[in-house]
């Protein structure tokens, strides 16, 4: 990027955030109000239009709030969310572990030893595989894996991996919303609305697995060509021996022992509701301490190890950005800006659930397309808890805003971090780049038919109510 080109980006930013304070106040936003949406505005801008220095964005822009005695000190530690920072730290030091141990490359096996696997069987596993892992792990994590698998596959078979690769990250945003451990959003949600992690696999999670079914028939129609010809190549080939020789690792006794302490900890976090009524904590103390005691028992057996899992496998960099978001986001409702918006939203869509749900839904999906979606949710957030004063009921607004902030990143190449992982490793190791007309020719469609499920599934079922 020439200077020229950072010097009118910088440009642009600065008036459209101007811009956006300014125009606030002729919506009845007060000054204080307004200057704390056009610093989240300078943020988000930052964020979007030079990547590489967001946290630089995200430190400014909360030491601004400060600075104009926007926001206090008090509320910056409390607005800062470090029940869900910490929560974070602790699955990704499980996660050090776990890739230590060669589970995902384990797991992957799993997909490859069926035999007789036909294309479209492999369509399926692909979607199935990366759905599912991405609701036990996170996104990121899952979309690394399964990309190198797949891409050791489709060489084997000396064919084209992108629509092969598209289909695992379409599967892994759709499935990261299954569960609170799919996506950041996900634990974001659950810690600021009270859902637990039973109200996920209840509510979000069937939706989930109705969507990636969906997906399913589209690719099979939308890579029909592709299909038939990795079934051609397969028939050529004698039985599935050569996916076992590609990645085949037993379970060592060093993997039974980590996947013990990664599933004790999913099973305590699917019954933390439960827990903590018993043990009468506050609600999701359960959910977000579990990683934490499992983090602590791992430093505590590879106590040699211990320092590198906290500073290679931990992504401070993301932690801290997500931090300083929080912030900016939690002024919005700590100034009233949040309550002003959620009035005159009210006033455009009226009092109707239907209407509202609809509105967050749609919202979500786009914005997500364009921005990334913890910065899309953190934003959202405070909206949705303005609601409540008015007499809404909040559930179906934060599954529509956990969907749309999930499926959206289907839509565009920059909606997903998945999505920017993937092609970055298809990138370095096979020199092969994705247009973005080529990801929106199926993004989009995807996109609007999982939200279209989504929609008719939080408006119409009794469940969603």
Not at 5 to 19: D, H, P, Q, Y
Request: glycine share 8%; charged share 15%; net charge positive.
């Amino acid at each position: 990027m020439s200077n020229r080109e950072i010097f009118f980006k910088f440009v642009i930013l600065i008036v459209l955030a101007v811009a956006a304070g300014l125009l606030s106040t002729t919506i009845g936003m007060k000054q204080n109000q307004a200057l704390a949406i056009s610093i989240f505005f300078c943020s988000i801008l930052g964020t979007l239009f030079f990547w590489e220095f967001r946290l630089s964005f995200a430190f400014l822009g909360t030491s601004l709030l400060l600075l104009f005695k926007t926001i206090d000190l008090k509320s910056v530690i409390e607005f800062a969310s470090l029940e869900i920072i910490l929560f974070l730290v602790g699955m990704m030091i499980l996660i050090g572990l776990l890739k230590e141990s060669g589970f995902f490359a384990w797991l992957v096996t799993l997909l490859i030893r069926k035999k007789n696997l036909t294309g479209r069987q492999f369509v399926a596993s692909i979607c199935f595989f990366s759905a599912l892992l991405a609701c036990a792990i996170d996104e990121v994590t899952s979309i690394i894996f399964m990309v190198a698998a797949i891409l050791e596959i489709c060489d084997y078979f000396e064919i084209d991996p992108v629509p092969f690769i598209l289909t695992s990250v379409l599967a892994t945003n759709i499935g990261s919303s299954g569960t609170v451990l799919g996506n950041p959003i996900g634990i974001l949600i659950a810690t600021k609305s009270g859902l637990t992690f039973e109200d996920f696999i209840l509510k979000a999670f069937p939706l989930m697995i109705v969507c990636v079914i969906a997906l399913i028939f589209i690719i099979f129609i939308f890579y029909r060509r592709q299909i038939k010809e990795l079934d051609q190549k397969m028939q050529e080939t004698s039985g599935n021996e050569i996916f076992i020789k590609l990645i085949s690792i037993p379970p060592e006794k060093r993997l039974k022992i980590s996947l013990g302490i990664f599933g004790a900890t999913l099973v305590f976090i699917a019954l933390h509701h439960r827990l903590e009524i018993v043990l009468g904590l506050e609600n999701n103390t359960v959910l977000l301490i579990m990683p934490l005691i499992s983090a602590a028992l791992v430093m505590i057996w590879k106590w040699k190890k211990a320092r590198e899992y906290v500073e290679k496998d931990v992504e401070w960099w993301t932690l801290l950005f997500f931090m300083m978001l929080f912030v900016q986001a939690g002024t919005l409702r700590y100034t009233g800006a949040t309550d002003v918006f959620a009035m005159r939203l009210v006033g455009w869509v009226g009092r109707d659930p239907f209407a509202l749900i609809t509105s967050v839904l749609w919202t979500a999906t786009i914005g997500s397309s364009i921005l990334d979606n913890v910065v899309l949710v953190a934003g959202f957030i405070p909206v949705i808890q303005s609601f409540q004063d008015l007499g809404f009921s909040l559930q179906p607004l934060w599954w529509a805003l956990l969907f749309g902030g999930c499926f959206g990143g289907n839509i565009t190449i920059i909606g997903s971090t998945a999505n920017i992982v993937a092609i970055g490793i298809l990138e370095k190791e096979r020199k092969m780049k994705i247009s973005f007309l080529r990801w929106l020719k199926i993004g989009l469609i995807v996109g609007i038919i999982t939200t279209v499920i989504v929609w008719v599934g939080l408006t119409a079922l009794p469940l969603y109510k």
